[in-house]
């Protein structure tokens, strides 16, 4: 039983500052925990002259990775430079040497974790990485463990702070995706190239990586669809308000029979669903099992003391185990391989925006083409517009989506149809 | 390695159902994750002939708990009896014995966690008891290890699904306690002697058992003051609305320089809080830590399913260790001993429904005693009631609990006041 844990970082920046941070403030109650004192030896970053948050002893710090990798006396490597490379080759050799990693990275887990998790399986090490999903909320270990004995049905999580607060914003503010993604920028809640959080990349990896666990099957991360945000309007806002529902980026999981589906895409939520009080940058995942019903976890999604409170607790798992000789002791859970769905498999109410001439018989026109593509109607509204516009509001029944697509593009075709203005799915 | 962990339970009631029929339905599954069938071995319940939601081999059913207990072939006995005794008894001598034991007992964890828990720590075995809190909400664990690596600030639970239920309807349907607790005992909500319930006992078990593990100190039950919901008024609802909170029965527990704080009691929360949409008979807990800020626990605080949910997620985690040889490898954290601290500590806003009569300087009489006091005024209603009556309704600023209770004193002394109709804490 060791006394002394040694915790090697990888990459000084934002959430492994953060990490470190935890470690040397919370030191003391850390090692009443596991049992052990988590010394943090070694950290290495190309950049290791920039005043960090915290200070820490120069002499740990590093510029080659290698003095963290293959120094012997380091128990826990941890990960946090993000992407697939070269932080997949830094993990694969640790795991190699015989090293614990814990790391922050949705990317890689997403993409490469069908290898790098059976690989640290197989030499009994752990590989854990709560942080990669909803920041400081913990669902990686409660979906492994607290809600293991459940059949996983699905999950719904608004798992991007980034686009929350944009549509949180939109909606509070009645102002534009455009100017409010200006202000999240200014504000450094949203990157200059934004397009990883609003064209639901980001979200497509914690989803993929989320839906693994749940369905104890791996999903792709290039199978998993993925529409942003980019096309909601103040319009669908205000509609969507009158209708009772806000609008979300959700990360959907379902299963489907023994098969499963994946996608990310803006939703109507109704205003009584738990998820839709979930607002600005905080992240909420609800997952509904066989046993336990709904639950859902709610937190802040992002941020260096949030993703280092997720990081840190690995550490302390992990350190627990090296303490019982049991790293390993929860491994990778896709034992099975279920075939991955496409969106023609979903089923759901619709939201849609017709930008329409304002004649008569326009709405029969196209109340007739839902007809004839078995798409029927809970509630339509008809707003008259200047220049003898007309925008024609449809909510439809639960419907096919092959369906669904097919009265679109008939309705599109109408002489009378000037656009579809949206379509954005009900998620109730 | 064991490929087989046998479990005995003791008490085939709504908990130990439940978890015997996720075992049984789910046993792929679960063997799949766990490396190791869970076989149900043994049974014990005095009422062994009632038909139960899952059918078992009746061979395996006894009236004799000292059947599961002393079986040499079990390894983790689960205790679904509640209660003190003998349910304490049987844990005890399970780990006596050597057995792992996994308990959904809520009031035996509150009451003799400070006995059980060391006393299984010290032999190295598993005593997990996630059932005991939110029912199928995972909250147990993410406190002991995902948020471990934090200085637990705050906790604040809607933990009662009774209660909230009771509160949800009166404040929907404009009913009063009376009537609610009514109807809820005749769906089966609520117990014949609800006390437990809405005295808010149930509650105060709960809340010491997350303060225990959030402040790393035993906090002893009969230390948690405690409110029921028996005194909140049709009136009061209707005012929280109108002020923008909603009133919920919060168990609370607080950290204060070194020492602690637990409470249980009505609550104004305000509508934006995210437990203020914790409705109906589901739980909610929120939790505050120095490095991952808030974070919320949300999902159904009861039931068979949902409790069974719980217990088995601890079976598994158990058999995990079990596996690896690593029992007791989270053990009792309350390695500290902090002063626990009363409800004269308590710093809040409150809001204050005084009955009075119809004459002018009334308003200014009140004000007056508050301000002798030291408790400022956000804000005031008056109302102007049949018979020369008057209802004002003060929402104060944060006052300290001493000055406040001074002040109502005062005003309940004041000739021209008819009575405090209500006191009711804020929390923001």
Same mark, same amino acid.
């Given at each position: ?50 005043p ?17 990798i293959?120094d ?19 993990i ?26 059976p ?17 400081g ?5 409660p ?15 608004i ?31 949203a990157?200059a190239?934004?397009?990883a ?7 497509a ?10 369905f104890?099957s791996?999903?792709?991360v ?12 103040? !319009?669908? %806002?205000? @509609?969507?308000?009158?209708? *009772?529902?806000?609008?979300?980026l959700? #990360? &959907?999981?379902?299963? +489907?029979d /023994? ?31 066989n046993?336990?019903? !709904?639950? %859902?976890? @709610?937190?802040?999604?992002? *941020? ?5 409170? #997720? &990081?840190?607790?690995? +550490?302390? /798992?992990?350190?627990?185990?090296i303490?019982?000789?049991?790293t ?16 023609e ?22 109340a ?27 909510l ?33």
């Open positions: 039983m060791e006394d002394r844990i040694n915790v090697g970082i990888i990459g000084f920046g934002t959430v492994g500052a953060g990490a470190v941070k935890i470690l040397v403030e919370n030191r003391n109650s850390i090692a009443r925990k596991v049992g052990a004192e988590i010394n943090v030896a070694r950290i290495a970053d190309l950049d290791i002259t920039t960090r948050p915290i200070s820490v002893d120069p002499s740990i710090l590093t510029t080659n990775v290698n003095d963290v293959e012997p006396s380091i128990d826990i490597v941890v990960e946090t430079i993000g992407g697939t490379s070269p932080a997949g080759e830094f694969r050799k640790s795991l190699e040497i015989g090293k614990n990693v814990v790391t922050a990275n949705k990317e890689l887990i997403a993409k490469e974790g069908a290898g790098l998790l690989f640290a399986a197989e030499r009994n090490l752990d590989l854990m990485f709560e942080a990669s999903v909803g920041g909320i913990p669902i990686i270990r979906l492994k463990s607290c809600l293991a004995g459940n059949d996983i049905i699905e999950i719904k999580g798992v991007n702070g980034t686009t929350n607060y944009i549509l949180s914003k939109m909606r509070d503010e009645g102002l534009s995706f455009a100017d409010v993604l200006k202000d999240a920028q200014d504000r450094g809640y990157e190239n934004p397009s959080d609003v064209d639901g990349h980001d979200a990896y914690k989803i993929s990586i989320l839906a693994s666990i749940a104890t791996r999903v792709d290039t199978k998993v669809y993925r529409e942003g945000i980019t096309g909601v309007t103040t !319009e669908d %806002m205000r @509609y969507a308000d009158e209708l *009772g529902y806000v609008i979300k959700l #990360a &959907v999981a379902k299963k +489907i /023994d098969a499963m589906l994946a996608y990310v895409a803006p939703a109507f939520v109704p205003q009584s669903h738990p998820l839709a009080s979930v607002n600005d940058v905080f992240n909420g995942i609800y997952v509904r099992g046993a336990v019903g !709904e639950v %859902m976890f @709610y937190g802040p999604g992002a *941020g260096s003391m949030a993703a280092g409170s #997720a &990081v840190v607790g690995d +550490i302390i /798992d992990t350190a627990r185990n303490r019982h000789a049991a390993g002791r929860v491994p990778c859970t896709c034992y099975e391989t279920r075939e991955t769905l496409g969106m498999s979903v089923r759901c109410k619709n939201y849609i925006r017709v930008l329409a001439e304002d004649k008569p018989r326009v709405l029969a026109a196209i007739n083409v839902f007809a004839d593509n078995n798409v029927s109607i809970e509630s339509v509204l008809q707003k008259i517009m200047p220049d003898n516009a007309a925008e024609i509001v449809w439809t029944h639960e419907a096919a989506e092959p369906n669904l697509r097919s009265a679109l593009d008939a309705i599109r075709a109408l002489p009378v149809v000037k656009a579809i203005g949206s379509w954005i799915r009900v998620e109730e």
